[in-house]
């Protein structure tokens, strides 16, 4: 069996064990993090997309900019994050923009130029091929979009 199918297995038992949508410190100073970078960035509300890679069943980074009136969508290789991450959106938003896909974060579902910021958070330590991956984001980011990348200890910051 390959990675990816392990990989959906670990986190849809791990979505599971998430009923409650509530976020730690170190999850809101990230998302205030992104928010910094989304000014800096000169990212538009209601116009730009963000796209959030791995976002887990809170799918906090999408939720919280939802808030915001950004056009976030949450994507994760884990169909039950991604209906928990829904189901949390669809109390906390209702009538604001956001959307959830299930897909792998090596093969995007999107046109290329045609997203304006991704995030990724905790990720890249599940990526089989980094350079694949590297690649799928630089396909999919706009000119002059931007890659917030997060590892465990350090966040890291591209402009394309």
């Known amino acids: 069996m390959d990675q990816e199918f392990y990989q959906k297995k670990i986190f849809n038992?791990?979505?599971?064990?998430?009923?409650?949508?509530?976020?730690?410190?170190?999850?809101?100073e990230l998302v205030n993090e992104i928010?910094?970078?989304?000014?800096?960035?000169?990212?538009?509300?209601?116009?730009?997309?963000?796209?959030?890679?791995?976002?887990?069943?809170?799918?906090y980074v999408v939720n919280e900019l939802a808030k915001e009136n950004y056009k976030a969508i949450g994507l994760d290789i884990s169909n039950d994050a991604i209906l928990k991450a829904k189901q949390f959106a669809e109390k906390m938003n209702k009538g604001k923009w956001y959307r959830f896909i299930t897909a792998s974060a090596e093969k995007l579902p999107f046109e290329d130029k045609s997203i304006s910021f991704v995030s990724a958070i905790a990720l890249m330590e599940h990526i089989v091929d980094d350079e694949e991956f590297m690649d799928e984001i630089s396909r999919v980011l706009k000119i002059g979009g931007a890659y917030f990348c997060c590892f465990l200890t350090h966040i890291v910051i591209i402009i394309f």
């Open 13 to 28: 038992e791990e979505a599971e064990h998430v009923n409650s949508y509530y976020l730690e410190d170190w999850q809101i």
């Open 35 to 59: 928010k910094n970078c989304l000014s800096v960035c000169n990212i538009q509300k209601n116009k730009d997309l963000i796209l959030d890679l791995g976002t887990g069943a809170l799918g």
